[in-house]
């Protein structure tokens, strides 16, 4: 299974972006689902995460009120809707799956992961 992750890009501080992610081979319906984020130099960071049901859907302190993530499970795919944007968000951001949904707080033994989308934020 491969995760295609999609729609980072160049944006100006204040602008928005909406990433998606579809994985490939599979369509892992009753997997949860996050985003981390990576900037030069730091370590990968959760950025949000959802599980089956819409109330599951939660987002890091450092993005809350900006971001959200949300899923269409008729599309298959997973959306992270990225408003506000600052400089600080630049980074690469990948998406992941898991079948457990607390997996998705941190980087470790998290089942799938997608190659990642840049995100570049200019002041």
């Known amino acids: 299974v491969q995760l295609q992750a999609s729609g980072g890009g160049l944006v100006q501080a204040g602008g928005s972006l909406r990433l998606s992610c579809i994985p490939s081979?599979?369509?892992?319906?009753?997997?949860?689902w996050g985003w981390f984020r990576q900037a030069p130099g730091k370590e990968r960071e959760y950025v949000a995460r959802?599980?089956?049901?819409?109330?599951?859907?939660h987002v890091g302190d450092s993005v809350k009120g900006r971001f959200t993530i949300s899923r269409d499970k008729a599309k298959n795919t997973v959306y992270l809707q990225m408003n506000n944007l600052k400089p600080e968000d630049t980074a690469v951001y990948y998406c992941?799956?898991?079948?457990?949904?607390?997996?998705?707080?941190?980087?470790?033994?998290?089942?799938?992961w997608g190659k990642g989308t840049q995100v570049t934020v200019s002041s």
């Open positions: 959802i599980g089956w049901t819409e109330s599951s859907a």
């Open positions: 992941a799956a898991d079948r457990a949904y607390s997996s998705l707080v941190d980087t470790y033994g998290i089942e799938y």
């Open positions: 081979g599979r369509t892992l319906g009753s997997y949860a």
